[in-house]
């Protein structure tokens, strides 16, 4: 059980400072500007709500959005299966785990924009493999050019990039499971499916969870690696909301809405991690609340 | 039928990781080539092989300054992340205070901010204190995201420590700071090097922030690739060799936590 101690706050205060400085200032800004129209000369008129009513109405928002939830929606349904299935095939010990997870991990460390330039050169139908490869056996493919293809290519790239990250959450979960639960598995006779529907789902329940909103919300940020391979194109079918915000912001300097469509872009996340992060504390108290219901047994 | 198994087993994973080295080995192959072999022929391997780029990147100042610049700023962004992320995990993770739950999901929703939002005010906030160009603001803009996933992890396996152990050496007559310098931190140094782990990964591969607050200075390499490779109009082999580079570091730091990473993940609750 915890102390209850309000001097803990002292330890904290750090952290409290650092954090407090680098997000609270920089979103008052945004919040000032969202509400602000400036005709330059550090003038500034109050306009109230009438950014976010045109950014809500804007098609442009809403195509932006619907790609970028598609993305992330995509991304999550292919990332997961194959991240659990591909954390089921590792071994358990012996130099194959540590070679397994040095060269997995390896996608993780590489800079985003040089993930885009990896890329980028990879499916070029001139200089690269995977262009030059499928064009060699006849399928017309072309990333700068055709949508599909452009989409496929950012997909492709987001498996390879952060598949890796599904895979050592849900190893590490399965690796803390005890032998002794295989064991009267085996002993009950159990198939491999009920293994793994009743043993090792419920147990890698929570890094399962911590692994979709991580890529949930890093997928829904993504920016560094579409701008870099296909710049938002061909036309606007890359373009996610990140590209479309940094374009309305520092490319045309349109403050006002860029802000108000900032702060909606937050909320949106803000919304979803609220969700996940209650679903998770209500799991924490359930798994304590079982765990205490065996000891009094 | 079992042997089947393992077998199946092999082909998923072989399959899979030569999916990840291949982009990587192709890059790899292309930075060994001249610009000429590359835009004129198709090769698996270098036909002409040649050191050259690498050797334009180790001779330039503007290039090899951005491998020292990102080092820097990372370094410093893990040492002040887990210097202030050590206290506070501590306070969470022993002591319940007034707000404590909502101040820890507040500063979660830190890490979930999109950079994007952040780029501009931030360039403003550190105008205003004359820190543009230089590490300290790319160190201290990356802690906004770095410290509240140190804070996470650490958390996490303080808590898997008993209290007993504190208590025991208040008992004994540890103060606080000795305590925590000489019994604690190497009771929870595999959690130590799991965070400092992810914040050296989440600082060595962010572009956006680094690239908005920097000018030449402090410039980063991955910044320095987009600009320079614009300028003189691709030069792919030299492109491919810096980004080489850029993988060798985070290549090396996997290396000497790769005992931790699977535990820290499960002792973590990351």
């Keep these: 059980m915890k102390t209850k101690n309000n001097k803990a706050w002292f330890f904290v205060l750090p952290v409290l400072i650092l954090v407090g400085i680098s997000a609270i200032i920089p979103l008052m800004t945004v919040v000032n ?15 109230g709500t009438e950014w976010f009513q045109e950014v809500l109405h804007s098609e442009r928002f809403h195509n932006a959005l619907q790609r970028s939830l598609l993305f992330s929606g995509l991304v999550l349904l292919i990332e997961i299966p194959l991240g659990i299935a591909i954390a089921l095939a590792m071994p358990r010990k012996g130099i194959g785990v540590s070679v397994c997870l040095v060269l997995m991990a390896l996608p993780l460390l590489i800079p985003w924009n040089v993930v885009g330039t990896i890329w980028q050169v990879f499916a070029r139908v001139d200089i690269g493999l995977l262009g030059h490869g499928l064009s060699s056996f006849g399928i017309d493919y072309n990333y700068t050019q055709d949508i599909i293809d452009a989409w496929l290519t950012l997909l492709l790239m987001d498996v390879w990039h952060w598949t890796s990250l599904v895979v050592l959450l849900c190893y590490s979960g399965l690796v803390s499971i005890p032998e002794v639960y295989y064991q009267a598995a085996r002993i009950d006779g159990a198939s491999r499916w009920a293994v793994f529907r009743y043993i090792q789902i419920p147990k890698i329940k929570r890094v399962l969870l911590i692994a979709v909103l991580l890529r949930f919300m890093d997928s829904f940020m993504i920016y560094t690696e579409p701008f870099v391979v296909t710049g938002g194109g061909p036309g606007n079918a890359t373009t996610f909301l990140s590209i479309d915000l940094v374009q309305m912001a520092l490319g045309q300097f349109d403050l006002g809405p860029a802000a108000a469509m900032s702060l909606v872009y937050f909320l949106i996340i803000l919304l979803v991690c609220w969700v996940f992060y209650t679903v998770m504390i209500n799991y924490d108290q359930q798994q304590a609340g079982n765990e205490v219901g065996k000891g009094s047994r | 039928m079992k042997s089947d198994n393992k077998l199946g087993k092999r082909i998923v994973l072989s399959t899979y990781i030569g999916f990840l080295m291949l982009p990587i080995y192709w890059l790899l192959n292309m930075s060994f080539k001249t610009n000429q072999e590359i835009l004129s022929t198709f090769s698996l391997w270098p036909q002409d092989f040649t050191f050259d780029n690498y050797l334009t990147i180790f001779t330039d100042p503007s290039w090899y300054n951005g491998y020292i610049n990102s080092l820097t700023y990372v370094l410093m962004n893990t040492v002040i992340a887990i210097s202030v992320s050590l206290p506070a995990a501590y306070a969470f993770s022993r002591y319940r205070f007034l707000g404590d739950k909502h101040l820890f999901f507040w500063l979660l929703t830190n890490r979930m901010a999109p950079p994007a939002v952040f780029v501009l005010p931030f360039f403003q906030l550190y105008s205003a204190f004359g820190l543009i160009d230089t590490h300290i603001a790319v160190a201290l803009a990356h802690c906004l995201f770095n410290v509240p996933l140190a804070v996470w992890i650490l958390e996490g396996s303080m808590s898997a420590i008993p209290k007993e152990i504190d208590e025991t050496a208040y008992i004994d007559g540890y103060s606080f700071p000795r305590f925590f310098i000489k019994i604690f931190s190497p009771m929870i140094a595999s959690g130590i090097g799991v965070a400092a782990f992810f914040c050296f990964m989440f600082s060595w591969v ?45 290549a090396l730091v996997i290396y000497f936590v790769r005992h931790h990473i699977a535990k820290g993940f499960a002792l973590g609750r990351v």
């Design chain 1, 33 to 47: 500007y969202s509400l602000q129209d400036t005709f330059g000369n550090n003038e500034f008129y109050w306009v």
């Design chain 2, 206 to 250: 962010e572009l956006l922030i680094a690239r908005t607050l920097t000018v030449t200075d402090a410039k980063p390499i991955s910044a320095v690739m987009t600009r320079t490779v614009s300028a003189s109009g691709l030069d792919w082999g030299v492109l491919a060799a810096a980004g080489i580079l850029t993988i060798i570091p985070g």
